[in-house]
Structure formats: structure tokens, C-alpha cells
């Protein structure tokens, strides 16, 4: 008895209770298309994170933050304990083969900016010329923010286009403009030297469309730090953490490692609480790898218990099939079928459910997974792992749970199955 | 002398064996049967025609006797070889004819030689040819529910012809039909044997038709009270 043979008997078989077999592959259809969508919305944030990480330095970008030593004996910082200007110039010398740029923000004030009868929001970041390397953001007019501005504390400010347009009517006619923020209890006045454009990656455009007012404004405002200083009226520059973009060819991991512990032997071996540590994009990328896993754990359960009982749809749809036919069954025996024939026509058929059952759950959740991917704007192919493992997961399912009935069929006695009213 | 098909000795046959409520059902039967013969069998109902028309086609064990069909002793021997003892030596007709639902009379014809392991192409051949043999050509392509009650029993005799068995085994074959249908299902169990010399049991309720065979026996509370050849009939 060969296997095509079987295939046409199960197909034509299905063929004759269209209905009955669409609502027995449900589970099936269910359980399969929510793996294979968390996969596939799996690989869509991977992807579209990769873009907007890659645009903002990407693995590249590494940062070093003080943090708590673990035989800490206070749990609070002090002014001693921060990272100084003097301490980031020595690593940049000392490492200054594999950094291509240093990034520091060095103070960050929320502010308000008068427009006609409105207060607009605004965030004035202080931060150093290396710091547009991080962002997404480029100059479309003027320049940034240079190292005689910091130097000096210049009072000076990179605006969005946003702001550019709204405020003074265009780009171009924005530099040299003053621009009057109100943070920290007073006015301040700083003069346009440049104007940035936010270049979005899908991820940051899905984002940002759930913020109603970025349409026609932009929050940042970027100043020298030392600008910041200034104003909060200190002189000396400290920071809880800097970033630095490594050279292509430069293992992040090894040049955080180095960096780490060169910076914690030399200024932080006596400190009692106090010491450096390291993050990387790929790190940030672990974290989000962690949460899909989560994620995906989750749904693997529902989808789990989803297609248990889609099995045991199936099998309960088998053994009513076996029952219906069982006329038939004594007829195939009379006729000289083989137990083994009976047993493998009714497994084929469980199995024949469970494989198209488990087709259109693949379809389906490519479908659904990109709608959300086009909602986020990306769109990725679906793991193939997932789609082999789903597929054969069916016809695993197909086989486990179509046992008992075709087994029952194939056991009928002959006489009484022919019997049968 | 032709070989025997056939060979019963004291056959018996009991159904709820080991409990207070044991029923014999046939009482130490002896037939036999010589190649080519064509015998009916009558009986009142309930005398145990189908009981042992079951065991005659390997469908169903006596309890106690001995049995072997044609030269091969199925006393003692596998479900699985009975199948294939089914599936070679018999052809089973029906009273309800049997075919199996939503497949052509073509496939139908073809599934003896399917389990048989027949390939494909030599499979439709035969199948063909059976069907031109009880005319049924035209209506190959037919599925069960597309064909009346005759043209079903004449598919149903060209799927018992499908392997050449040794025996056909029709249990009331023309008991649904009406006599004229029931005529020409008559007239192709005789062509069987007079152009193929096929060996036929056949089971019927009608005397007219059982005095057609070469030899009659009568059934009465599971035991042969008469056992008469006719006209030309092979002497046992
Ligand atoms: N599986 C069974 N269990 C118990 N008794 C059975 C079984 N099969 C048949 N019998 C009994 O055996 C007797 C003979 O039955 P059988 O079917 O052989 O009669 P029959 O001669 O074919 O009758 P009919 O002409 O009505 O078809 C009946 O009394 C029946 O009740
Ligand atoms: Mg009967």
C-alpha cells in the first residue's frame, strides 16, 4: 500500500467534510501562525533596533559609568567619585588608536521656550563636539558645536529644523538668531550656530508617531557643556559616564575591558565604593534579545497548550471519523487491507490535517507579523527555523494524537466492523 | 479429478464462549466443495448461512473443526495471513454491495490489487477489463452514490474478480435488487462460471435462483439437512 495512495485517500476524505476538517486544523492553524509571528516580529525589532543602534554608532559605541564596587560601604555618589575632563583627555591620549571619537553629555535641563502665546517644551543637552556621532542627527545648516565653543563655554546653540521653521521661518534664516530658553528659574540666551536634521530609522519614526507633538517640534537643544557649567555657576567638569565610538577593526569588548580596568587601577583603587564599568551596543542588544525571549517564552506556551489541544481536536475528529467509516474499514478488510494498511490510512490522514493546519498557520503568521512589521516599518522574512520546526511540530502532532484512532481502527474485528449500521 | 477448494470437516461455531450463556451456532459441519462447482446455500433465517459464509472467507475462526482453503490449512495461522488469504484467494459480494463511498468504480475495482501491491498502471488495466466483463465501461469514472443498485453490484462482483481468487463468496447478492436487476447479477455469476470456471458460494432466501446451481445446501439450526446436486453438477 504506498504512500500517494494513502495522500489521495486522506485528500479526497478531507475533500468530503470541508468544514468539519477547517475547524479541526483551528488549533493547529492557531498555535502554528503565533510562533512563527513572534519569530517573525522577533526578527523585525532585532532588525529595525540594529538600524537605530547602527545609526548612533552602533556596535561601536561603548560607554564607561561609575558604578557601585560589590564590597560597597555607601550607596550614594560624591563629587570625588565622578569621572573628570582630566581622567577622559589621559584615556583618550592613552587609547587614542582605537577611539575614533569621544561623546560626552554633560548636563541635560528641561526649559521652555516662548512662542507667540505658548511655552514650548524644550531639553537643553550640554554635550561635547563628539556627541552628534551618537545621534541620528545631521547638520543641514551652519555647523556643530566645535572644541574652541567648548572651550570657551561659548554661548552658543544647535536647534532642530523643527524649531528652525517654527521659530524663525527656515534654516537658513535661523543662524545667528537668539534663542531665549527659560530653565533653571531664569532666561538664558544663546546664538543659533547650526541647525540639525533628526535622520529617523523605521524604529524611531514608529516611536515618534505616538508622540503627537514632535510633528512640527523637536525638544533638543544642543549647547556646549561647559555653557551648562557656566550657568550652574561651577568651574570644574565631572561626569558619571562618557561614551566612546572605537575605531572600525577595534573589538569593543577587549577595548572596554582594557579601558575599564586601566581607569579603575589608576583613580579608582582606593576609592571604598566606586568603581568603572563598561557597556556596549552589543550588550543593549543582549537586553533586547532577553526581553523577545521572554516574549517569545511566553507565547511558546500559549501556542503550546494551543496546539495540545488542537491535537487533541484532531484526534477527537479522528476517532468520529473512525467511528463513521467503520463500515468501510470492515469492507477494506474483507477485501484484504492489512492491519498496517488500515493503521497508516488514518495516521496519514490525522497527519494531512495537522501539515495544512500547520501551512496556513505559517502563512498567517507571516501575514500578521509583517502587518505589525509595517506598522513599525520594517518588514524581515520569517525565521526558517521556526517555519521547519513548525512543520514538522505538525506533523508530529499529526502522528502523536492520530495513533490511538487509527490504531483503534486498524485493531476493529473485521465481522462486526462489516456489521455496522 | 479437480482439486478441492473447500474442505470442512466437523466445523463448529459458538459465540459467547466461556460464559453460562454459550451458543453453539453451527454443529460440526462437513463440506466440500470441488474447483469449478457453483453451490448455493438456503437455510430459514438465523440458521447460519453468514456465520459460516464468514468463516468460509477467512473473515472469522471456527471454534472447532478443520478447515482448509484451497490446500491451505487457516486453522492456526496470523491475522495478517488471513488477510492476505482474503485478499488472494476470495472475492466477497455483498447484499449491500458494499462499494466504498466516495471513490470511483474504478478505484473501487483497483483496491484488491492496491493492498495486493499491484503497481499502478497494471492495476487500471485489469480494473478496466473487469468492468467491460460486467459491462460496466461507461460508468468507471462513477462514484457509488451515481449508480443504482445493479450497476453497484456489478462494480461490487468486478472488485471480488480483481486478484482471480479462488472462490466468490456472494452473500445474497440480489437480495436489495429487484428480480430483473437480480436477473442480470445472476446471469454474471453464471458467465463467471461457465467462461471462467470460477468456484461460487452463493447465499440466497430464493429457491428459484438456488435451483439454477450445480448443488444446493440447505441450512436448518446449523446443520446440513439436505445437501443435493443438480443437473449437470460435479459428484462429490
Ligand atoms: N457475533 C454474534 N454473536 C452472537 N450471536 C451471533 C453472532 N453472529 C451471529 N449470531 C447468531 O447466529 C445465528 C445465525 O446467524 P446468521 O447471521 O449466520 O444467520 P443467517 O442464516 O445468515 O440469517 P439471514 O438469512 O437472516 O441472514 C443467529 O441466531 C444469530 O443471532
Ligand atoms: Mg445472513
Same mark, same amino acid.
Given at each position: 500500500?504506498?504512500?500517494?495512495?494513502?495522500?489521495?485517500?486522506?485528500?479526497?476524505?478531507?475533500?468530503?467534510?470541508?468544514?468539519?476538517?477547517?475547524?479541526?486544523?483551528?488549533?493547529?492553524?492557531?498555535?502554528?501562525?503565533?510562533?512563527?509571528?513572534?519569530?517573525?516580529?522577533?526578527?523585525?525589532?532585532?532588525?529595525s533596533l540594529?538600524d537605530t543602534l547602527n545609526s548612533q554608532g552602533g556596535?561601536?559605541l561603548?560607554?564607561?559609568?561609575?558604578?557601585?564596587?560589590?564590597?560597597?560601604?555607601?550607596?550614594?555618589?560624591?563629587?570625588?567619585?565622578?569621572?573628570?575632563?582630566?581622567?577622559?583627555?589621559?584615556?583618550?591620549?592613552?587609547?587614542?588608536?582605537?577611539?575614533?571619537e569621544?561623546v560626552?553629555s554633560?548636563?541635560y535641563?528641561?526649559g521652555?521656550v516662548?512662542y %507667540?502665546?505658548?511655552?514650548l517644551d524644550v531639553y537643553i543637552n550640554g554635550v561635547n563636539p563628539g556627541y552628534i556621532a551618537r545621534t541620528s542627527d545631521e547638520i543641514i545648516a551652519g555647523r556643530y558645536i566645535n572644541?574652541?565653543d567648548?572651550?570657551?563655554?561659548?554661548?552658543v546653540c544647535v536647534i532642530s529644523e523643527k524649531q528652525a521653521k517654527k521659530l524663525y521661518g527656515g534654516v537658513k534664516e535661523a543662524i545667528g538668531q537668539r534663542f531665549?530658553a527659560?530653565?533653571?528659574?531664569?532666561?538664558?540666551?544663546f546664538t543659533v550656530i547650526g541647525v540639525y536634521e533628526t535622520k529617523m530609522t523605521a524604529l524611531m519614526s514608529a516611536m515618534n508617531s505616538l508622540n503627537t507633538t514632535a510633528e512640527d517640534w523637536d525638544t533638543e537643544v544642543y549647547v556646549p557643556?561647559?555653557?551648562?557649567?557656566?550657568?550652574?555657576?561651577?568651574?570644574?567638569?565631572?561626569?558619571?559616564?562618557?561614551y566612546?565610538i572605537?575605531?572600525?577593526?577595534?573589538?569593543?569588548?577587549?577595548?572596554?575591558?582594557?579601558?575599564?580596568?586601566?581607569?579603575?587601577?589608576?583613580?579608582?583603587?582606593?576609592?571604598?565604593?566606586?568603581?568603572?564599568?563598561?557597556?556596549?551596543?552589543?550588550?543593549?542588544?543582549?537586553?533586547?534579545?532577553?526581553?523577545?525571549?521572554?516574549?517569545?517564552?511566553?507565547?511558546?506556551?500559549?501556542?503550546?497548550?494551543?496546539?495540545?489541544?488542537?491535537?487533541?481536536?484532531?484526534?477527537?475528529?479522528?476517532?468520529?471519523?473512525?467511528?463513521?467509516?467503520?463500515?468501510?474499514?470492515?469492507?477494506?478488510?474483507?477485501?484484504?487491507?492489512?492491519?498496517?494498511?488500515?493503521?497508516?490510512?488514518?495516521?496519514?490522514?490525522?497527519?494531512?490535517?495537522?501539515?495544512?493546519?500547520?501551512?496556513?498557520?505559517?502563512?498567517?503568521?507571516?501575514?500578521?507579523?509583517?502587518?505589525?512589521?509595517?506598522?513599525i516599518g520594517t518588514?524581515?522574512?520569517?525565521?526558517?527555523?521556526?517555519?521547519?520546526?513548525?512543520?514538522?511540530?505538525?506533523?508530529?502532532?499529526?502522528?502523536?494524537?492520530?495513533?490511538?484512532?487509527?490504531?483503534?481502527?486498524?485493531?476493529?474485528?473485521?465481522?462486526?466492523?462489516?456489521?455496522?449500521? | 479429478?479437480?482439486?478441492?477448494?473447500?474442505?470442512?470437516?466437523?466445523?463448529?461455531?459458538?459465540?459467547?464462549?466461556?460464559?453460562?450463556?454459550?451458543?453453539?451456532?453451527?454443529?460440526?459441519?462437513?463440506?466440500?466443495?470441488?474447483?469449478?462447482?457453483?453451490?448455493?446455500?438456503?437455510?430459514?433465517?438465523?440458521?447460519?448461512?453468514?456465520?459460516?459464509?464468514?468463516?468460509?472467507?477467512?473473515?472469522?475462526?471456527?471454534?472447532?473443526?478443520?478447515?482448509?482453503?484451497?490446500?491451505?490449512?487457516?486453522?492456526?495461522?496470523?491475522?495478517?495471513?488471513?488477510?492476505?488469504?482474503?485478499?488472494?484467494?476470495?472475492?466477497?459480494?455483498?447484499?449491500?454491495?458494499?462499494?466504498?463511498?466516495?471513490?470511483?468504480?474504478?478505484?473501487?475495482?483497483?483496491?484488491?490489487?492496491?493492498?495486493?501491491?499491484?503497481?499502478?498502471?497494471?492495476?487500471?488495466?485489469?480494473?478496466?477489463?473487469?468492468?467491460?466483463?460486467?459491462?460496466?465501461?461507461?460508468?468507471?469514472?462513477?462514484?457509488?452514490?451515481?449508480?443504482?443498485?445493479?450497476?453497484?453490484? %456489478?462494480?461490487?462482483?468486478?472488485?471480488?474478480?480483481?486478484?482471480?481468487?479462488?472462490?466468490?463468496?456472494?452473500?445474497?447478492?440480489?437480495?436489495?435488487?429487484?428480480?430483473?436487476?437480480?436477473?442480470?447479477?445472476?446471469?454474471?455469476?453464471?458467465?463467471?462460471?461457465?467462461?471462467?470456471?470460477?468456484?461460487?458460494?452463493?447465499?440466497?432466501?430464493?429457491?428459484?435462483?438456488?435451483?439454477?446451481?450445480?448443488?444446493?445446501?440447505?441450512?436448518?439450526?446449523?446443520?446440513?439437512?439436505?445437501? %443435493?446436486?443438480?443437473?449437470?453438477?460435479?459428484?462429490?
Amino acid at each position: 500500500m504506498n504512500l500517494f495512495e494513502n495522500i489521495k485517500m486522506a485528500f479526497a476524505s478531507l475533500k468530503s467534510n470541508k468544514m468539519r476538517a477547517v475547524l479541526t486544523m483551528l488549533g493547529i492553524i492557531i498555535g502554528i501562525s503565533s510562533i512563527i509571528m513572534i519569530t517573525t516580529l522577533g526578527n523585525i525589532l532585532r532588525k529595525s533596533l540594529t538600524d537605530t543602534l547602527n545609526s548612533q554608532g552602533g556596535s561601536k559605541l561603548v560607554a564607561f559609568q561609575i558604578s557601585l564596587k560589590p564590597e560597597y560601604v555607601r550607596d550614594y555618589y560624591m563629587t570625588e567619585d565622578l569621572i573628570t575632563e582630566d581622567m577622559i583627555e589621559n584615556v583618550a591620549e592613552r587609547f587614542a588608536e582605537d577611539i575614533e571619537e569621544i561623546v560626552i553629555s554633560g548636563g541635560y535641563e528641561s526649559g521652555k521656550v516662548r512662542y %507667540r502665546r505658548e511655552d514650548l517644551d524644550v531639553y537643553i543637552n550640554g554635550v561635547n563636539p563628539g556627541y552628534i556621532a551618537r545621534t541620528s542627527d545631521e547638520i543641514i545648516a551652519g555647523r556643530y558645536i566645535n572644541d574652541s565653543d567648548l572651550a570657551r563655554g561659548a554661548n552658543v546653540c544647535v536647534i532642530s529644523e523643527k524649531q528652525a521653521k517654527k521659530l524663525y521661518g527656515g534654516v537658513k534664516e535661523a543662524i545667528g538668531q537668539r534663542f531665549s530658553a527659560k530653565f533653571l528659574g531664569q532666561n538664558h540666551e544663546f546664538t543659533v550656530i547650526g541647525v540639525y536634521e533628526t535622520k529617523m530609522t523605521a524604529l524611531m519614526s514608529a516611536m515618534n508617531s505616538l508622540n503627537t507633538t514632535a510633528e512640527d517640534w523637536d525638544t533638543e537643544v544642543y549647547v556646549p557643556y561647559r555653557a551648562l557649567t557656566k550657568i550652574y555657576g561651577g568651574s570644574e567638569e565631572a561626569f558619571f559616564a562618557y561614551y566612546a565610538i572605537v575605531n572600525d577593526g577595534v573589538d569593543p569588548t577587549s577595548f572596554c575591558e582594557e579601558v575599564q580596568s586601566y581607569m579603575n587601577n589608576r583613580w579608582y583603587r582606593d576609592n571604598d565604593s566606586i568603581m568603572i564599568r563598561y557597556m556596549t551596543g552589543e550588550s543593549e542588544m543582549a537586553m533586547m534579545d532577553q526581553v523577545m525571549g521572554i516574549v517569545s517564552m511566553v507565547i511558546a506556551i500559549i501556542a503550546g497548550i494551543s496546539l495540545i489541544v488542537g491535537g487533541i481536536g484532531v484526534m477527537n475528529i479522528m476517532l468520529v471519523s473512525v467511528t463513521e467509516r467503520t463500515r468501510e474499514i470492515g469492507v477494506r478488510k474483507a477485501l484484504g487491507a492489512p492491519n498496517s494498511a488500515i493503521r497508516s490510512q488514518f495516521i496519514i490522514e490525522s497527519i494531512i490535517i495537522c501539515l495544512i493546519g500547520g501551512f496556513i498557520g505559517i502563512i498567517l503568521g507571516i501575514l500578521l507579523g509583517n502587518i505589525a512589521g509595517v506598522v513599525i516599518g520594517t518588514v524581515a522574512p520569517p525565521s526558517t527555523g521556526a517555519m521547519v520546526l513548525a512543520v514538522s511540530f505538525s506533523m508530529a502532532i499529526g502522528i502523536f494524537f492520530g495513533y490511538y484512532p487509527a490504531n483503534r481502527a486498524a485493531k476493529l474485528d473485521p465481522i462486526e466492523a462489516l456489521r455496522y449500521e | 479429478m479437480s482439486k478441492t477448494i473447500i474442505e470442512m470437516k466437523g466445523i463448529v461455531k459458538s459465540f459467547y464462549i466461556g460464559t453460562p450463556n454459550e451458543l453453539e451456532i453451527l454443529h460440526g459441519l462437513n463440506i466440500s466443495v470441488p474447483e469449478g462447482q457453483f453451490v448455493s446455500i438456503v437455510g430459514a433465517s438465523g440458521s447460519g448461512k453468514s456465520t459460516l459464509m464468514n468463516i468460509v472467507g477467512a473473515l472469522d475462526r471456527q471454534t472447532a473443526g478443520h478447515y482448509s482453503l484451497d490446500g491451505i490449512d487457516i486453522t492456526k495461522i496470523s491475522d495478517n495471513e488471513l488477510s492476505s488469504i482474503r485478499n488472494k484467494k476470495i472475492g466477497f459480494v455483498f447484499q449491500t454491495f458494499n462499494l466504498i463511498a466516495r471513490t470511483s468504480a474504478l478505484k473501487n475495482v483497483e483496491l484488491p490489487m492496491l493492498y495486493a501491491g499491484m503497481p499502478s498502471r497494471e492495476r487500471t488495466k485489469r480494473a478496466r477489463e473487469l468492468l467491460e466483463l460486467v459491462e460496466m465501461t461507461e460508468r468507471s469514472g462513477h462514484m457509488p452514490n451515481e449508480l443504482s443498485g445493479g450497476q453497484k453490484q %456489478r462494480v461490487a462482483i468486478a472488485r471480488a474478480m480483481a486478484n482471480d481468487p479462488a472462490i466468490i463468496l456472494a452473500d445474497e447478492p440480489t437480495g436489495a435488487l429487484d428480480s430483473k436487476t437480480g436477473r442480470l447479477v445472476m446471469d454474471i455469476f453464471h458467465k463467471l462460471h461457465k467462461e471462467q470456471g470460477k468456484t461460487i458460494v452463493l447465499i440466497t432466501h430464493n429457491p428459484e435462483l438456488a435451483e439454477e446451481t450445480d448443488r444446493v445446501i440447505t441450512l436448518s439450526d446449523g446443520s446440513i439437512v439436505s445437501d %443435493r446436486m443438480l443437473k449437470g453438477g460435479a459428484a462429490e
